[in-house]
């Protein structure tokens, strides 16, 4: 069992930067492919970025290339997302996400999928303001 816990959220001016962590514990973390979602109010929650074990692949949303990283610390058991030049329609909660089903395989085509995740953080509010 994974217990993950966000933090970092909170209120940036559009063009600004935030750097989110998730802290993993309860589990090997560097046997989980991590990702980060959000979700907005009204909205379903979507994919925004993923890394595998060892962080060598990486994955993002078009809406998140070119403007967020995310990375990951094993010997920390800590995933990070690094958002800049944030837009007000990145506002939203954001929730990090391990999985222990996913195949190195099939990482390119089951990662952006919310239900391949086993475990998922309570979430962290970002806003952003125009």
């Known amino acids: 069992q994974v217990q993950l816990v966000e933090s970092g959220g909170g209120l940036v001016q559009a063009g600004g930067s935030l750097r989110l962590s998730c802290a993993a514990s309860?589990?090997?973390?560097?046997?989980?492919?991590m990702g980060w979602f959000r979700q907005a109010p009204g909205k379903e929650r979507e994919f925004v970025a993923a890394?595998?074990?060892?962080?060598?692949?990486?994955y993002y949303a078009d809406s998140a290339k070119g403007r967020f990283t995310i990375s990951r610390d094993n010997a920390k058991n800590t995933l990070y997302l690094q958002m800049n030049s944030l837009k007000p329609e990145d506002t939203a909660v954001y929730y990090c996400?391990?999985?222990?089903?996913?195949?190195?395989?099939?990482?390119?085509?089951?990662?952006?999928?919310?239900?391949?995740?086993?475990?998922w953080g309570q979430g962290t509010q970002v806003t952003v303001s125009s």
């Open positions: 996400a391990a999985s222990g089903q996913i195949t190195a395989q099939a990482m390119g085509v089951t990662a952006f999928f919310a239900a391949e995740y086993d475990y």
């Open positions: 309860g589990g090997t973390f560097s046997s989980y492919v």
């Open positions: 890394i595998s074990w060892s962080g060598g692949s990486t």
